[in-house]
């Protein structure tokens, strides 16, 4: 092995691997499981090379845990190296894991616990119970008293039942700033003691039900910017909690919810949020917008995913929402936005009938870039060339 700094060698093992991404601050369209795991498979394989190698990479390979097993739930217990746990910033945990159940081979896990042995803990994901799961769970009450001092991000799958654990780490978190829930809610706490999340910047609901969005709805958050909304599908709950927070929001992005094609939550959005800067959605699958206006809007970003892995672009739906981007309801505009930078799009943008779309926001001098900040040019004469199937040059 070439005489190196540890320092260097650790650099350049990080390099071959996917960039780890612990953060909580918002991120549009975020789905970032995939490159984590792909990070620990590959740095998994790095500490076998040899011993060195094994303390290069040692702090990265600890730095995300995944507790859904006997094993690793054990070794967890019997982990004695201090340094180990204060590697560790980022655990999921299985549902089943922190519940009681007539099947359960352990006493479920205690979050409380769980930061008192890791304390640099700043990530804690409780992953939703899969259907063929859902019997036979009830809440386990926890006898320690609940810190979670340095929890910055929470993404947390509830049930009927075993909600307590949830309040117990949101009231005593106060320096969490990502906050991701789905599942039911129903909280013991009364309606005149309400949750206060002073660090709260970002807000995922998935798949949520009414009642715990009413719950939500009793919230102080005075930091809140950014919310991400996957349901429940009544326009009049989403109206509702936007009454509330609406004008103090930054960003709303609709998550990929069928739901959305059926009524029109954009125009809901646009009326209720003032202030707002940046908007996302899936334009496949939501419905193009009624007459609104709003005059802070800057930035849309459109994910071009679509509801099925076989369905085709609806052509009419995708230039209705460019009619409205183009139009005079958002003045402001500057920037629309395209996710993912390439697959889908790249079919959408080389057919001719997407040079028409290009040209409208272009003559209202507005910015159409890719997700990696490619700024994607326009000129009558690639329209003409596109239109006559004649173009060379790459767009």
Request: neutral net charge; aromatic residues 10%.
């Given at each position: 092995?070439?005489?190196?700094?540890?320092?260097?060698?650790?650099?350049?093992?990080l390099?071959?691997?996917?960039?780890?991404?612990?953060?909580?601050?918002?991120?549009?369209?975020?789905?970032?499981?995939?490159?984590?795991n792909e990070?620990?498979?590959?740095?998994?394989?790095?500490?076998?090379?040899?011993?060195?190698?094994?303390?290069?990479?040692?702090?990265?390979?600890?730095?995300?845990?995944?507790?859904?097993?006997?094993?690793?739930?054990?070794?967890?217990?019997?982990?004695?190296?201090?340094?180990?746990?204060?590697?560790?910033?980022?655990?999921v945990?299985?549902?089943?894991?922190?519940?009681?159940?007539?099947?359960?081979?352990?006493?479920?896990?205690?979050?409380?616990?769980?930061?008192?042995?890791?304390?640099?803990?700043?990530?804690?994901?409780?992953?939703?119970?899969?259907?063929?799961?859902?019997q036979?769970?009830?809440?386990?009450?926890?006898?320690?008293?609940?810190?979670?001092?340095?929890?910055?991000?929470?993404?947390?799958?509830?049930?009927?039942?075993?909600?307590?654990?949830?309040?117990?780490?949101l009231?005593?978190?106060?320096?969490?700033e990502?906050?991701?829930?789905?599942?039911s809610?129903?909280?013991?706490?009364?309606?005149?003691?309400?949750?206060h999340?002073?660090?709260?910047?970002?807000?995922?609901?998935?798949?949520?039900?009414?009642?715990?969005?009413?719950?939500?709805?009793?919230?102080?958050?005075?930091?809140?910017?950014?919310?991400?909304?996957?349901?429940?599908?009544?326009p009049?709950?989403?109206?509702?909690?936007?009454?509330?927070?609406?004008p103090?929001?930054?960003?709303?992005?609709?998550?990929?919810?069928?739901?959305?094609?059926?009524?029109?939550?954009i125009?809901?959005?646009?009326?209720?949020?003032?202030?707002?800067?940046?908007l996302?959605?899936?334009?496949?699958?939501?419905?193009?917008?009624?007459?609104?206006?709003?005059?802070?809007?800057?930035?849309?970003?459109?994910?071009?995913?679509?509801?099925?892995?076989?369905?085709?672009?609806?052509?009419?739906?995708?230039?209705?929402?460019?009619?409205?981007?183009?139009?005079?309801?958002?003045?402001?505009?500057?920037r629309?936005?395209?996710?993912?930078?390439?697959?889908?799009?790249?079919?959408?943008?080389?057919?001719?009938?997407?040079?028409?779309?290009?040209?409208?926001?272009?003559?209202?001098?507005?910015?159409?870039?890719?997700?990696?900040g490619?700024?994607?040019?326009?000129?009558?004469?690639?329209?003409?060339?596109?239109?006559?199937?004649?173009?060379?040059?790459?767009?």
């Amino acid at each position: 092995m070439v005489e190196l700094p540890p320092e260097v060698w650790l650099q350049i093992i990080l390099f071959a691997v996917p960039v780890s991404n612990f953060n909580w601050e918002y991120e549009p369209f975020e789905g970032h499981d995939d490159v984590v795991n792909e990070r620990v498979k590959i740095l998994s394989s790095v500490v076998l090379v040899c011993r060195a190698w094994r303390a290069f990479a040692e702090r990265a390979v600890y730095e995300s845990l995944k507790l859904d097993s006997r094993a690793s739930i054990a070794a967890l217990e019997h982990e004695t190296d201090d340094r180990r746990k204060a590697y560790v910033r980022r655990v999921v945990l299985s549902y089943q894991n922190t519940q009681i159940s007539p099947a359960a081979f352990h006493q479920p896990i205690d979050p409380a616990r769980l930061f008192k042995r890791l304390p640099n803990l700043q990530i804690l994901i409780r992953q939703p119970l899969h259907l063929r799961q859902k019997q036979g769970y009830k809440y386990q009450s926890y006898a320690e008293e609940s810190s979670f001092p340095s929890l910055k991000r929470l993404e947390w799958w509830g049930g009927n039942g075993d909600v307590t654990s949830l309040d117990d780490i949101l009231q005593n978190a106060p320096h969490i700033e990502h906050l991701s829930l789905g599942g039911s809610y129903t909280s013991p706490r009364p309606a005149s003691a309400a949750l206060h999340l002073p660090a709260l910047a970002t807000l995922s609901l998935q798949r949520t039900d009414a009642p715990f969005l009413n719950q939500v709805r009793s919230w102080c958050m005075p930091r809140l910017a950014h919310l991400v909304y996957g349901g429940p599908p009544a326009p009049l709950m989403l109206d509702a909690l936007l009454a509330q927070f609406g004008p103090q929001l930054h960003t709303f992005e609709l998550a990929r919810r069928i739901y959305f094609l059926n009524e029109d939550y954009i125009m809901l959005v646009l009326r209720a949020c003032p202030a707002l800067h940046t908007l996302a959605f899936f334009v496949n699958i939501t419905m193009p917008p009624g007459p609104v206006t709003n005059g802070a809007l800057r930035v849309v970003r459109l994910h071009g995913a679509l509801l099925f892995v076989d369905s085709v672009v609806n052509w009419e739906t995708l230039s209705a929402h460019f009619a409205f981007l183009a139009g005079p309801a958002l003045p402001a505009l500057e920037r629309v936005v395209l996710y993912p930078s390439h697959g889908i799009w790249d079919d959408v943008v080389w057919d001719a009938r997407f040079a028409g779309l290009h040209r409208a926001l272009w003559e209202r001098k507005c910015v159409l870039q890719r997700a990696d900040g490619e700024c994607m040019s326009y000129s009558v004469r690639w329209e003409l060339e596109m239109s006559q199937g004649t173009l060379l040059d790459g767009y």
